[in-house]
């Protein structure tokens, strides 16, 4: 299972809310089958339906 919190600890160089979403993107490419968004990115640009954009992002 991918965590959204594993991705942002790994990933301190993101700054950006569509930084995320590319990567959450190119997580698709791993053995990864369910995706848990188990805290809130803590970007500024971070849009009210960050869920869905980051779940569409993964499926």
């Known amino acids: 299972m991918l965590y959204l919190s594993e991705l942002l600890i790994q990933h301190h160089e993101l700054q950006k809310f569509e ?17 848990r968004m188990d805290v809130l990115p803590p970007f500024p640009d971070t849009p009210e339906n960050w869920e869905d954009r980051l779940e569409a992002a993964f499926y």
């Open 19 to 35: 930084q995320l979403v590319e990567l959450v993107k190119q997580q698709t490419q791993t053995d990864e089958r369910f995706f």
